[in-house]
């Protein structure tokens, strides 16, 4: 298969006392938010796989789509630029008319020169549709367009993290796992490639993904989906791990906390040095820690949290200071 290395690997593993403590569990950290520069986070374990294939297929133009402060967006156009390929940004919004944001993941965006399409919530919900559209447009005039569907979530993107996990694997004793592997899920691709990788690399047997927007029917359809499509392209993936979806701790909304996940975001910060981020991280680590206190988790278990990124956005959305700060 394919592979560019765009990751600094392997990532830290680390574990944090005092929010171990807080949380009545063996916490381990996967530091996944420190993967490189300016393009870090998760999604480019998936590029390492799919711009491999845009490269290979001598693609001249790549078209992906998310919210306004997508990450997976920014991680894109910034990796494209490196490689000398155009890139198109579909960015949903509210409403088309407002200035676009000079900050967090769309200055980096604009910064490196990507192609922004502004697209409506309802344009957005048909995203694999104006994605195609706008690639069968860009071949009628010569380019050749490479589609990466939303987070680069395909069967192909999640390799990124069955190969993450032969990492976390090679970081740990032979006789080493975990009870649990968490994180926050947003499109599927990082859930799907953790429960196929923490099985063929015997991390751990369950994966306690953090829905931070849709609901659990929602999403335990699409990592089965893109489980199978992994699965498809490589037979050695022939085992997942348990996979639970946790929708209880999404919070108001898609990048919006509620007060008691904020107050979490905070505290951890304050305590550990821990930087969460408002629409993934910090509601993954505040649904862990619930889970814990429901007893869903047993206390004392040995947890592996993998920080999935999402420092762009924190920097644009002050919400996440007391008003008064
Ligand atoms: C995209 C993203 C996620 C979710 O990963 P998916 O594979 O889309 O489910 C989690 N954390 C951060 C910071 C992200 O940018």
Redesign the pocket.
């Known amino acids: 298969m394919n592979r560019l290395t765009l990751v600094h690997a392997p990532t830290p593993l680390v574990t944090r006392e005092r929010l171990s403590e807080q949380l009545g569990i063996e916490l381990w950290i996967k530091r996944d ?1 420190a993967t490189s520069g300016a393009e870090s ?3 480019i374990r ?1 590029l390492e796989f799919l711009l491999a294939d845009a490269v290979a297929k001598k693609s001249t133009v790549v078209l992906t789509c998310g919210g306004i402060q ?3 967006a920014r991680a894109t156009a910034i990796v494209c630029a490196q490689l000398g390929l155009k890139c198109v940004l579909f960015l949903r919004v509210d409403d088309l008319s407002a200035a676009l944001p000079r900050s967090g993941n769309v200055a980096l965006d604009r910064l490196v020169g990507a192609e922004i399409r502004l697209v409506t919530r309802a344009e957005y919900a048909d995203r694999v549709n104006v994605l195609d559209l706008a690639a069968k447009e860009l071949a009628s005039k010569g380019e050749t367009p490479y589609v990466i569907p ?4 395909n069967g192909l993107g999640a390799f990124g993290y069955v190969e993450a996990m032969r990492e976390v694997r090679s970081q740990i004793a032979a006789d080493e796992r975990f009870d649990f592997v968490a ?9 799907a490639g953790i429960a196929l990788g923490a099985a063929k690399f015997d991390v751990a047997g369950t994966v306690w993904v953090v829905a ?1 927007c849709d609901d659990r029917a929602y999403f335990e359809a699409v990592i089965a989906r893109i489980v199978a499509e992994a699965q498809k392209l490589d037979s050695s993936l022939s085992t997942c791990a348990k996979v639970v979806v946790d929708d209880a701790s999404r919070g108001p909304g898609y990048a919006v906390m509620s007060e008691e996940q904020l107050v979490f975001l905070r505290k951890v910060a304050r305590s550990s040095g821990v930087i969460l ?1 408002p ?3 910090g509601k ?1 680590l505040f649904g862990l820690a619930q889970a814990v206190e429901r007893g869903d988790i047993k206390r004392g278990a040995r947890v592996l949290f993998v920080h ?3 420092l762009p ?1 924190l920097l644009a959305d002050d919400s996440v200071l007391e008003p008064d700060a």
């Open positions: 938010d986070g998760n999604k998936k997508s990450n997976h939303e987070g680069g979530s994180h926050a899920c947003g499109s599927g691709g990082t859930a931070v981020d629409v993934y991280t993954a999935t990124g999402g956005g």
